[in-house]
């Protein structure tokens, strides 16, 4: 399985997803636009993953490769291919099917439920309700055709699917206790107080067994997105 990964910053990595592709011999690949704006021949891919990113996807005049990526992504929903975005990567994968990207309500920075809506049997089915990490300031709306499959009280459209290949997520269910050091350590100015926005401690302070739900989760979404490919 080839796999090509969209990163936008340095600090906003796999997390727990490496192990996953990793435990199948998956073959990554990355377009890193910090350092190159190339982007692959997508007939060569199997699946394509979004990944964060504190810029925004209406950055277009300052980053002029957010074109080149949105197009990229789709054209790769277009051919079929399973394609996960995550935070910012699932705001690049509605605003590149047409729908809107804008600021939410709340800021929303830390450990936070989200909780199931009702779709139809053949999506995919998030626990009832479940702790996950957030970090985002942005929103998107669904794209045409697409179903929500999670929502939270600070934010209405938390995931969403099109089809039976694309899921974007708008929180983080990859990150490792490193990651989220990492967010802290780069982004910690923007813990500010306010209602959805934890103090780093509370970060912090998060379980293994936090952690090790998530990560189950974040692996059952990647099986659910690659079920015809493994």
């Not at 021949?41 to 990526?69: C, F, H, K, T």
């Not at 047409?98 to 929303?108: N, Y």
């Not at 989200?114 to 998030?126: K, N, Q, S, Y």
Request: hydrophobic share 45%.
């Amino acid at each position: 399985m080839n796999v090509h990964v969209l990163q936008h910053v340095p600090f906003e990595g796999l997390g727990s997803i490496e192990a996953w592709l990793a435990a199948r011999g998956a073959a990554l690949t990355y377009t890193r636009f910090y350092e190159s704006s190339a982007l692959p021949a997508l007939d060569a891919l199997d699946m394509v993953i979004a990944m964060g990113g504190p810029m925004s996807v209406n950055d277009e005049a300052e980053l002029p490769w957010l074109r080149d990526e949105k197009r990229f992504l789709r054209e790769a929903v277009g051919l079929g291919l399973p394609v996960l975005g995550i935070c910012l990567g699932a705001q690049l994968v509605a605003s590149a099917l047409g729908a809107r990207v804008h600021p939410g309500p709340h800021k929303e920075i830390g450990w936070f439920d989200v909780e199931a809506t009702p779709t139809p049997g053949d999506c995919f089915a998030f626990p009832e309700r479940c702790k996950v990490f957030h970090w985002h300031g942005e929103t998107f709306d669904l794209p045409p055709g697409a179903v929500r499959l999670a929502r939270s009280q600070a934010c209405e459209n938390q995931a969403f699917q099109l089809g039976p290949n694309v899921i974007g997520l708008q929180f983080h269910l990859e990150t490792t206790p490193e990651s989220a050091a990492s967010l802290i350590d780069h982004c910690g100015h923007e813990l500010v107080e306010a209602p959805w926005i934890q103090p780093a401690a509370v970060l912090r302070a998060a379980s293994p067994e936090t952690y090790a739900r998530i990560h189950a989760l974040m692996d059952e979404v990647l099986g659910y997105l690659t079920r015809s490919r493994t």
